[in-house]
């Protein structure tokens, strides 16, 4: 794909080789993102960041990405803090906003708006989520993860087991990440869920065609064993018609230490999208856990400012440029080696 002033709506328009040119970029993010030295590559640039859903990591490390890369950034939480409430249209927030803004990135509620929005933007436009649809640059950073954490245990993303738990109805991180690792070879996928919040069709049969084995469970112990990823959701309560019906499900599918040590291989990798739900009726992935080396979730969500950075510095043209004029930090940034 050509990223230069592109928007990034969906992970459909990523191929194998788009995503190593992500990856590599994300690679030469490191230094800036671990704040060993400074760019000013985006200095004069302004981040539209509008997220009209709840969010923290998303919206604040986009925000950071972009800080990082030298540029300014300009946020918009809530709908009722926005002309949105008074009626106007996604087209004329659009039209708008792109004017005050070299780029945008846009979270909101209903599948499709953002790419409704996009088309009306002067300015390339990154979904930071669109309902239960799509969640692109969470699946690059849970996929860029992936690939470091089985890089370390030898092995590449071709081939691997991995088991999706949760809510796979609603959940867009697992909607995206299933169409992104549906480009590799021969996975073996588990999806444990209960039935009523199984992975939609259209997802299973996009794998199956792809020649992926697709097996699906209801039973946490059987499903995780002999896989080498596992990738807990939280239960997208705000999808659900009520409060209620999303109780139901809630805390059925609970991971701990000691689960994990009856049934999974010693190196099986931890992962989700965050927030895990650590309510004591939820509890999808146990505080015990915590001291688990193979617990990647911090992992991902440091990841995260690589993946974005490597976007914004795509998408903006600057690649070959980051490192022009880099300097080293002047202030303590900890330990050498704690930050990623
Ligand atoms: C996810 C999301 O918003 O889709 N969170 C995130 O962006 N890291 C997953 C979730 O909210 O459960």
Redesign the pocket.
């Known amino acids: 794909m050509k990223f230069s002033g592109s928007h990034i709506l969906t992970v459909d328009q990523f191929t194998r080789e788009d995503i190593d040119t992500v990856f590599a970029v994300a690679d030469q993010m490191r230094p800036y993102a671990e704040r060993r030295r400074i760019t000013r590559v985006l200095e004069g640039a302004i981040l539209g960041n509008m997220f009209f859903e709840p ?1 923290t ?2 919206r604040v490390s986009f925000g950071c990405a972009f800080n990082l890369l030298g540029g300014e950034v300009r946020e918009t939480t809530e709908v009722r803090a926005s002309a949105i409430a008074k009626g106007e249209s996604f087209y004329d927030t659009a039209r708008v906003l792109s004017g005050y803004s070299d780029i945008i990135v846009m979270r909101h509620q209903i599948e499709g708006s953002v790419a409704e929005f996009a088309d009306a933007s002067r300015k390339p436009v990154i979904n930071g ?1 669109d309902g239960a649809n799509e ?1 692109p640059s ?1 699946a690059l950073l849970d996929l860029y993860t992936i690939r470091s954490e089985m890089e370390s245990k030898g092995k590449p993303i071709d081939n691997l087991r991995i088991a999706l738990i949760g809510d796979l109805r609603y ?3 697992v909607h995206s990440l299933c169409k992104l690792l549906g480009l590799f070879d021969n996975l073996y996928m588990t999806l444990i869920s209960p039935s009523e919040l199984a992975l939609p069709e259209e997802y299973t049969d996009a794998l199956r065609a792809q020649g992926h084995t697709v097996r699906i469970s209801d039973n946490l112990h059987n499903g995780i064993q002999g896989a080498d990823i596992l990738y807990c ?2 239960t ?1 309560e705000e999808r659900f018609p009520t409060p209620e019906e999303a109780n139901r499900y809630r805390g059925l599918f609970r991971l701990n230490q000691a689960i994990y040590t009856e049934h999974c291989e010693p190196n099986t990798v931890i992962m989700h ?3 895990r739900d650590s309510r004591t009726e939820a509890s999808e992935l146990d505080n015990d856990l915590n001291d688990n080396p193979n617990l990647a979730i911090f992992r991902q969500t440091d990841n995260g400012l690589l993946i974005r950075m490597a976007l914004f510095a795509l998408i903006l043209d600057v690649v070959d440029r980051v490192h022009d004029s880099a300097r080293d930090v002047g202030w303590y940034t900890g330990p050498p080696g704690q930050l990623l």
């Open positions: 969010s990591r998303t989520g969640h969470q959940g867009r991180a959701t939280r997208q999208p965050l927030p």
